[in-house]
């Protein structure tokens, strides 16, 4: 129990447009969602928290016009990266907390590419 | 944990021994500790966690100690197999239960060698 479903595992894209990552809760409510970038041989940096049907909260020095957080229902939530760049390239995990005893359950991460 | 640095440290034991990470976090409030073990290009994947009210907890083949007076935490895994090669984080949270983001500590590479 307890998934999250995170896709696409790996996408490339063109400098200049915008990329899509959907992370789905699959068998409980996702009213959190965090979502973490990780730099190659780095540790998982949060970069926001969404919570369902409200604004996310993103941690100092993310830019949130660039990295649009949508969760509108209890079981998706997406983080778009807009008018991407090679420095984008990285790669985002989400997470969600899913017990009341402090469990958190991990999507599998998607590698991104901007070439 | 400490977030900092651009490079993991690293861990090299031989198929059989005990390996023992180590884990420094920085907030004295934090009330409950996480280690998370990922494996190349996948997500953390949970090993064991610890609240603040204990300082050792065993699973399978691992062991978490925590020291909050010099706020320390350490992963010992038993018997250390060739697929416990993956980079290790732990991570800590401050009490306000589980909707409260985790801070990661910054990784260690442990590589078994058969």
């Known amino acids: 129990g307890a998934v999250v479903s995170q896709h696409p595992s790996w996408v490339i894209c063109k400098s200049g447009t915008s990329v899509k990552i959907e992370c789905r809760s699959l068998?409980?409510?996702?009213?959190?969602m965090f979502w973490y970038r990780q730099f190659p041989k780095q540790s998982l940096m949060l970069m926001a928290t969404?919570?369902?049907?409200?604004?996310?909260?993103?941690e100092q020095g993310v830019e949130k016009d660039k990295f649009l957080i949508n969760h509108a229902s209890l079981t998706l939530s997406t983080l778009t990266v807009t008018s991407a760049h090679p420095e984008d390239s990285s790669f985002y995990i989400c997470?969600?907390?899913?017990?009341?005893?402090?469990?958190?359950?991990f999507g599998s991460g998607t590698r991104l590419t901007v070439v | 944990g400490e977030s900092v640095g651009l490079h993991l440290p690293t861990l090299s034991v031989q198929e059989g021994d005990n390996s023992i990470i180590n884990c420094a976090y920085s907030n004295s409030a934090s009330d409950y500790f996480i280690w998370y073990k990922q494996e190349s290009g996948k997500g953390p994947q949970f090993i064991i966690d610890i609240r603040s009210n204990m300082d050792k907890r065993q699973g399978q083949r691992v062991t978490v100690l925590l020291n909050k007076t010099v706020k320390h935490l350490s992963l010992q895994i038993a018997a250390t197999q060739p697929g416990d090669s993956a980079v290790y984080f732990c991570a800590d949270r401050k009490p306000g239960g589980s909707n409260y983001k985790l801070t990661f500590g910054k990784g260690t590479l442990l590589t078994v060698n058969p």
């Open positions: 068998d409980f409510q996702a009213t959190t």
């Open positions: 997470s969600a907390p899913w017990n009341s005893q402090g469990g958190y359950t």
């Open positions: 969404s919570n369902e049907g409200s604004k996310a909260t993103y």
